[in-house]
């Protein structure tokens, strides 16, 4: 098993440009995360999925998209990147609820100019 | 919301000294996590413990809720230690779903 992986590992965008970071996972889990890291901060959740088809807004969703299409993937989007939104972003699954652990992917390490 | 706060910020230890990791909650919780980050990034679950004491290997971690607090005891540390240590707790959103609520870490450095 892969486990969780993200796609891509590193990324340079100019303002105002937009991207998607892909989230996938081979362990049939239900639910999906949406972590940025800023130094100093800890992890702050994005968004997260509790299924396929579902999202909602975690604790800093301002400037970002997110879609469940697949059980197995989560995408996180940024239509129109900001110098703030540079950051190391970590996606993260779980089987069910906060009884299983979470595991995380590698992380994609995001600059914005 | 809750606040999660971690003590020591930063701890610099000489390898096969033992060390302690204290993490304290606003509030009660039913679900706690310790994760280490690897200096490559990499966030490995180290313990999920609500409640009680686990081992593992020379790794320990005792969460006694009713104080809102938790240890990770480190043993004779070796270099392989060294990261970042964070706590998490579990927090309710709005939409009724909890998730987790980090810490801002303990960074650790054991040296040889």
């Known amino acids: 098993n892969a486990g969780v992986t993200q796609t891509p590992k590193f990324r340079v965008l100019k303002t105002g440009q937009s991207m998607t970071l892909l989230c996938a996972q081979d362990?049939?889990?239900?639910?999906m995360y949406w972590y940025r890291q800023d130094p100093g901060m800890g992890l702050r959740l994005i968004h997260y999925s509790v299924g396929e088809g579902t999202t909602a807004k975690g604790e800093v969703p301002d400037g970002y998209n997110v879609s469940r299409l697949k059980k197995q993937n989560f995408l996180l989007g940024l239509e129109s990147a900001a110098p703030s939104q540079t950051s190391v972003y970590f996606c993260?699954?779980?089987?069910?609820?906060?009884?299983?652990?979470?595991?995380f992917g590698p992380g994609t390490r995001l600059t914005v100019t | 919301g809750i606040q999660v706060e971690q003590s020591p910020p930063d701890l610099i230890l000489q390898e096969g000294a033992n060390s302690t990791l204290r993490c304290n909650f606003s509030d009660s919780v039913n679900n706690l996590q310790w994760f280490h980050q690897n200096p490559w990034g990499q966030l490995i679950n180290l313990f999920y413990?609500?409640?009680g004491t686990k081992q593992n290997g020379r790794l320990s971690a005792t969460t006694v809720a009713t104080e809102r607090y938790s240890l990770l005891y480190i043993s004779s540390s070796q270099t392989t230690d060294s990261g970042v240590y964070f706590c998490?707790?579990?927090?309710?959103?709005?939409?009724?779903?909890?998730?987790?609520?980090f810490g801002k870490g303990t960074m650790l450095l054991v040296s040889p």
């Open positions: 413990i609500p409640s």
């Open positions: 993260a699954s779980s089987y069910s609820d906060l009884s299983y652990e979470q595991y």
């Open positions: 362990m049939n889990h239900e639910y």
């Open positions: 998490a707790v579990e927090s309710f959103m709005n939409s009724g779903y909890s998730t987790l609520t």
